[in-house]
């Protein structure tokens, strides 16, 4: 998650019981980007999934594999990162911001 406050952030779902990886971006809580990808995820599996940013798209991956590119909606704050869990157990074993 890239967040400035509750209202604008980037954030990555991984939504297992769908098999969807699925970016959104909000600015004052609205949805100005969204993109998703179709792919399967196992339970009490790892997974590599990466957010990069360039200045002009988004780039998603998971285990080195491309799922998709996106423009963003709006202006990126340069923010701090962070990670949550919803109804379900995570391990996040690195963040890494270049």
Not at 70 to 80: L, M, S, T
């Amino acid at each position: 998650m890239h967040r400035a406050d509750k209202r604008t952030l980037t954030e990555l779902l991984i939504k297992e019981e769908n098999d969807n990886v699925i970016l959104k971006q909000r600015i004052n809580k609205s949805v100005v980007a969204k993109n998703k990808a179709t792919v399967t995820i196992d339970p009490n599996t790892d997974y590599l999934s990466r957010i990069s940013f360039d200045e002009t798209q988004y780039t998603v991956s998971t285990n080195g594999t491309l799922l998709f590119t996106i423009p963003p909606g709006g202006p990126v704050p340069n923010v701090a990162i962070g990670a949550a869990a919803k109804n379900t157990t995570v391990s996040i074993a690195q963040i890494s911001v270049n």
